[in-house]
T-cell receptor, first 115, second 114 residues
Framework: SAVISQKPSRDICQRGTSLTIQCQVD?????MFWYRQQPGQSLTLIAT?????????ESGFVIDKFPISRPNLTFSTLTVSNMSPEDSSIYLC????????????FGPGTRLTVT | GENVEQHPSTLSVQEGDSAVIKCTYS??????FPWYKQELGKGPQLIID?????GEKKDQRIAVTLNKTAKHFSLHITETQPEDSAVYFC?????????????FGTGTQLKVEL
């Protein structure tokens, strides 16, 4: 498994501003993912972040709105830009470890409220 | 791409009873099926998974079954306890249509009553 931490754990932001969420893993991982979970809903993949390459975004998500950095094998950031109330969600970092194939672990999430 | 349906959306059982949650998937090439438990205010926790070359897997009170022909898989929890109360998500890892990623079901809110 992997121990994943996220910062901040929660935040309240004003519309039009941006927030950067940090994800730190206790071991080197190749695959890191960012998900969004709207209140009471399932998990939706925003993008896959691999070290040394551009993030791959899912349909409906664009780099200008959700820029991602992956400077090394243990760290990634997701920025939510020009926020609106519709961006209020839980943002989850996830990693696929090099142990058992395909196993994916999640961080505790960042609870974002946009007013 | 992959589509995963999950039923029921809510499930209430008495402590000690069994609980069963069912999921169906659309991509016949999917090869990995994890289950996650999400408690209030926390991230999803991987509790069990099954791969396409296996029909059943058990870990203490939790078991998962997979029927590849019918494209459905189920989570079975026996001797339920109050601490089993949470939202459970199934997922499938598809391989076609931009796959190699997990697609999640819509979740089941399990409540274990005393």
């Amino acid at each position: 498994s992997a121990v994943i931490s996220q910062k901040p754990s929660r935040d309240i932001c004003q519309r039009g501003t941006s927030l950067t969420i940090q994800c730190q893993v206790d071991s080197q991982v190749t695959m890191m993912f960012w998900y969004r979970q709207q209140p009471g809903q399932s998990l939706t993949l925003i993008a896959t972040a691999n070290q040394g390459s551009e993030a791959t975004y899912e349909s409906g998500f664009v780099i200008d709105k959700f820029p991602i950095s992956r400077p090394n094998l243990t760290f990634s950031t997701l920025t939510v830009s020009n926020m609106s109330p519709e961006d209020s969600s839980i943002y989850l970092c996830s990693v696929e470890t090099s142990g058992r194939l395909y196993e994916q672990y999640f961080g505790p999430g960042t609870r974002l409220t946009v007013t | 791409g992959e589509n995963v349906e999950q039923h029921p959306s809510t499930l209430s059982v008495q402590e000690g009873d069994s609980a069963v949650i069912k999921c169906t998937y659309s991509d016949s090439a999917s090869n990995y099926f994890p289950w996650y438990k999400q408690e209030l205010g926390k991230g999803p926790q991987l509790i069990i998974d099954i791969r396409s070359n296996v029909g059943e897997k058990k870990d203490q009170r939790i078991a998962v079954t997979l029927n590849k022909t019918a494209k459905h898989f189920s989570l079975h929890i026996t001797e339920t306890q109050p601490e089993d109360s949470a939202v459970y998500f199934c997922a499938a890892r598809g391989l076609t249509g931009g796959g190699n990623k997990l697609t999640f079901g819509t979740g089941t809110q399990l409540k274990v009553e005393l």
